[in-house]
């Protein structure tokens, strides 16, 4: 048991990576070894999320929510700060690009992808609209706190928020997480359970045994020492070879701001493998609970952070959206809100969020 956890890929992964990070620090690389970096860096961010769910798992909730939330976000926050840092005036709307991205991410393309499988499994995807449709109401007031408004603030010139309102936007954020979580893994949990064709809460799901027992307690904390690795090396593997991002972005004679579409597709891809699987298994809640989260928490969460993080970054915060980014996001909330309102779905409605999903990521690369 011992020797198979010690050559486990999730446990092999964070190791090497590190090892590579000591070795490669503060040197120009060539081309093999960036492709080596960015294989582990990638292979990093799936080991770490994975970690924070054996943690997760174990303390239980509310706090195994937070665990996993706080570990995407230091890998989101992570990858933006070291990018930001290095790019100069370049990143000023890094952190507004990949926010943005995050939530076209979760809210068409995991969601549409949730409910396409779904809807081809069972010819209609079934979930709860009252915890789907709240959690939908808070991913937008969010986004449009955190992104909509800074176009419209007359306090500074550019799309960026004064300091004054981008520390209220980063309390209302965590205040707006904080009692979604409340809500979710409380008084209201039952509105966050798969439900059956016909409505009701699964019988596994109804009485909370619908999850494997928990890790014992040296694996959790085997897990939570990796998770600190697996970390440290997402951070400094994203710095190792954030030249040869922005590199390869201009080569390819990409906007600047497909950059943060890049980062918000690795730190989604965990979110979006897992959910692809809870939708095959006939339960869509929880795969809309993991794309509605995850935006949640990408905002709620990431913006708070990089306000703090803004006091130590040169420049301006740009966090407000332009004309067609407004467009996309106004779109997929009405859309949302169409698809969740009936608490059922066809595979018409996950086609209509694939296809707003293929248009933000055309239009981010063609603007």
């Known amino acids: 048991m011992i020797r198979s956890r010690l050559t486990d890929w999730t446990t092999l992964v964070p190791l090497i990576a590190v090892l590579v990070l000591a070795v490669s620090w503060g040197r120009e690389l060539p081309d093999a070894l960036i492709v080596v970096v960015a294989a582990l860096l990638a292979g990093a961010v799936l080991a770490a999320v994975h970690h924070a769910e054996v943690v997760a798992h174990k303390v239980g909730e509310p706090f195994g929510s937070l665990v996993l939330a706080v570990a995407v976000t230091v890998i989101e926050v992570g990858l933006i700060v070291t990018l930001m840092i290095s790019g100069g005036d370049k990143t000023q709307a890094l952190a507004r690009d990949t926010v943005f991205a995050a939530v076209m991410i979760t809210c068409n393309g995991i969601l549409g992808l949730s409910l396409l499988l779904g809807a081809l499994r069972r010819r209609v995807a079934v979930f709860n609209p009252e915890g789907t ?14 992104l909509v408004v800074p176009t419209f603030t007359t306090s500074r010139p550019g799309p960026e928020f004064s300091p004054a309102q981008l520390a209220f936007a980063a309390v209302a954020s965590l205040a707006l997480y904080g009692l979604f979580v409340m809500v979710q893994t409380g008084r209201h949990r039952d ?66 701001a497909f950059v943060g579409v890049v980062i918000a597709l690795l730190v989604l891809l965990p ?9 095959r298994r006939d339960r869509v809640q929880i795969s809309l609970n993991l794309a509605l ?67 933000f990521v055309f239009l981010a690369a063609s603007p």
């Open 293 to 359: 989260g995850s935006a949640m928490a990408s905002i709620g969460l990431t913006i708070p952070a990089i306000a703090l993080a803004s006091i130590w970054l040169d420049g301006p915060l740009l966090l407000g959206l332009g004309g067609t980014q407004l467009t996309l996001l106004a779109l997929t909330a009405v859309t949302g809100v169409l698809t969740v309102v009936p608490g059922r779905a066809t595979v018409l409605q996950g086609g209509v969020h694939l296809v707003l999903l293929a248009a």
């Open 133 to 146: 449709g709240g959690a939908l109401a808070t991913v937008a007031t969010l986004a449009t706190l955190s």
């Open 191 to 256: 509105y966050f359970l798969p439900v059956t064709q016909e409505g009701s809460i699964l019988a596994e799901d109804a009485d909370g045994d619908g999850h494997a027992d928990p890790p014992s307690t040296r694996t959790a904390l085997a897990s939570l020492a990796l998770l600190v690795v697996a970390l440290v090396a997402v951070v400094g593997d994203a710095k190792t070879i954030s030249p040869a991002i922005e590199a390869g972005v201009s080569a390819a004679n990409l906007p600047q």
């Open 271 to 279: 979110e979006t493998l897992a959910a692809a699987r809870a939708a």
